[in-house]
Every structure is written in structure tokens, then in C-alpha cells.
């Protein structure tokens, strides 16, 4: 069993095009989640698999329908945040108002506790260390918010464990997937990863981590299935790529994982192995 996660959030989100489109320019962009996600969650009900989505603030604020279609196809909602800012541009109090309220808001809509949260950009690192208490006092169960490699500009910290693990404070933690090579930790899970790597790369890496046993942890964008995504003109050449490589495959790909791996999601697999402690 392996773990797929869906960060929910709408193209012009992403930390990418941060410094190309303001927060306060989010309300005139052409939206295309709902489309995307009614496209993503026939594809997991194609295949019976259930997913954790990790659902933006700003996007459950403004379709509270699509948090409650996705809760009550099965699938689990954890927390994304509130409004997309990495963790290293706030600062501690900004950051507990929003992780609350966020996941307020999603327990509202749906009547159920949220155990989950993710970080913008698994903005959790070196310097970002103190969030992890704000995020277990919010009352949260897990973080998937560290991405175990070297860090590199957004993210990244490579003295961490590779598999599940408890913080100091007992937050447990759930890592996107890597496998080593040669002694470096190298992503895979998901999102550009999935994107850049030809398909039977990202299956065979899967293999390795299930031969290691643990589960993959798989984490995809809406927009990244959504070929007639918007594209913004002026872009720089590495946000371009970052934004825009192989949209058109993602669908093909996802598919095929699909058909390849069995799914489910993060709360299945921690009442299954961590209990309820
Ligand atoms: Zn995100």
C-alpha cells in the first residue's frame, strides 16, 4: 500500500508564481480547480482508491461544495494552510492564526476532525524548526511538511529520516518519498518529480521504497492534469519549466500509477501502524 496526497490549490497559488502574481491579483485569475479536481477524483473513483488532500484555506473559503464533494467520496481532508505564504515569511503568530483557522475551517465544512497538515513548498526546515510546535498545538496529528534532501532554494533538509518518524514534541512525520543513491537523498513523490521523470523511472524508484518497507508518499497538484492551465507570458526560464513541464502527461501518468499501486491514505495508514497514540 502506498500513500497518495493532493495538495489542493489553484495554478496561480503555487510558490513559483509568487512574485508574479500578488495575493491580492488571486480573485481576478481564471480558476480552474474545479474542473481539474471533478477530473481527479473520477480518476481515484475509477480505480476505487482513496487520497489525502491537503486542501488551501483560501481555496476551502471559497468552495466549501468541492471540500464536501471530496469528504464524501471517502477521501481523507488535511490542512494546506491558509494562504500559501512559506513558513520562512511568517512569523510565528501569523503562522498560528492561520494554521488554526485554517483547520477550523475545514472541520466546519465537514463535521470532521483534520489530522493532517502540509506546509507550503514543505517550507519546514532548519530555520522553520519552532512551526512544528505551533502545528501540534493546533491540535494536528501528523506534518508532511519536510522534504528529506539536501536544501535547495525553497526546501529541503537532508538529516532527517527518509520514513515515517515522531518529532521531539510526538508529532509524527510522513516525508514525500526519496531513494539514495550513491549517499544522496533524491526526490520522486510527486509534483514536478512526477512530471520531469519518464514514467517507469518514478515506478521503479516506487519498487525501491516498497522492497525497503514503507510506503511511497505520492503528492500531486489539480492543476498539474490540466494541459489548458493558463500561461503566464514574461516568465523567467526555471519558473517557466517548473510551472509548465509535461502538463500535458501528468493525466497519462497518473493513470498508469494508478493502475500499477495500490493507494490509500495517510489516516488509514497511521491508525494501521501508529495506533492512536
Ligand atoms: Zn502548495
Known sequence: MNLLTIDVEDWFHTSALESYISREQWDAQESRIERNLIQLLDLLHQREIKA????????AARYPQLVMEIAAAGHEIA???????????LDPTTFRDYTR????????????????????????VKKTLWALDIIKE?????????????????????????FPFR??????????STVTVGGKNIPFGGGGYFRLYPYPLTKAMIKAVNR?????????HPWELDPE?????????RTGFRQYVNLHK????????????????????????????
Not at 490542512?79 to 515569511?89: K, N
Not at 493546533?138 to 529520516?161: C, E, K, N, Q, T
Open 138 to 162: 493546533a491540535g494536528f496529528r501528523y506534518d508532511s511538511s519536510i522534504f528529506p534532501i539536501r536544501h535547495h532554494d525553497l526546501y529541503g533538509m537532508a538529516d532527517v529520516p527518509r
Open 79 to 89: 490542512s494546506h494552510g491558509w494562504r500559501h505564504q512559506l513558513i520562512y515569511h
Open 167 to 176: 518529532h521531539d514534541n510526538g508529532l509524527l512525520e510522513i516525508p514525500p
Open 101 to 124: 483557522r485554517a483547520k477550523q475551517l475545514l472541520e466546519d465544512i465537514t463535521g470532521q476532525e483534520v489530522l493532517g497538515y502540509r506546509a507550503t513548498s514543505f517550507s519546514v
Open 212 to 220: 525497503q518497507g514503507y510506503p511511497a508518499v505520492i503528492y500531486l
Open 52 to 59: 489525502t488532500f491537503f486542501i488551501l484555506g483560501w481555496v
Open 250 to 277: 501528468t493525466a497519462g501518468r497518473l493513470e498508469r500509477l494508478l493502475a500499477d499501486f495500490q493507494f490509500g491514505t495517510m489516516a488509514a495508514y497511521i491508525a494501521d501502524n501508529f495506533g492512536t497514540g
Open 229 to 237: 492551465c493558463p500561461r503566464l507570458k514574461g516568465l523567467d526560464r
